[in-house]
Nanobody, 121 residues
């Protein structure tokens, strides 16, 4: 059974940093691209970052490019999202998702329960 468990969310000030983690189990982690999505209050789920199964390529939506970094440790079956220079508009619930294959990160086969990130002064 596929399980994705996010952690690391919390309260941060504008300009601050947070690091999210996603522990994966129930599938061969390195065989699948992964993504981070977020859902702001009252809005739809939006893709923000993706990474190939072997970590060789990463992709970002424009709003987070240069501030967020997605990475993975396949030996630990863990996905990360380093969030720097946080802004008020980064406040959202963040989800990690399993992609469809090694290089297809945007299709969602499974999703975690999410972790809340609140950016506030």
């Amino acid at each position: 059974q596929v399980q994705l468990v996010e952690s690391g969310g919390g309260l941060a000030q504008p300009g601050g940093s947070l690091r999210l983690s996603c522990a994966a189990s129930g599938f061969t982690f390195g065989d699948y691209a992964m993504s981070w999505y977020r859902q702001r209050p009252g809005q739809d789920l939006r893709w923000i970052a993706g990474i190939y199964g072997d970590g060789s390529a990463t992709y970002y939506v424009g709003a987070v490019k240069g501030r967020f970094t997605v990475s993975r440790d396949n030996a630990k079956n863990t996905l990360y999202l380093q969030m720097d220079s946080l802004r008020l508009e980064d406040t959202a619930v963040y989800y990690c998702t399993q992609g469809k294959s090694r290089m297809v990160y945007s299709d969602i086969l499974a999703r975690g329960q999410g972790t809340q990130v609140t950016v506030s002064s």
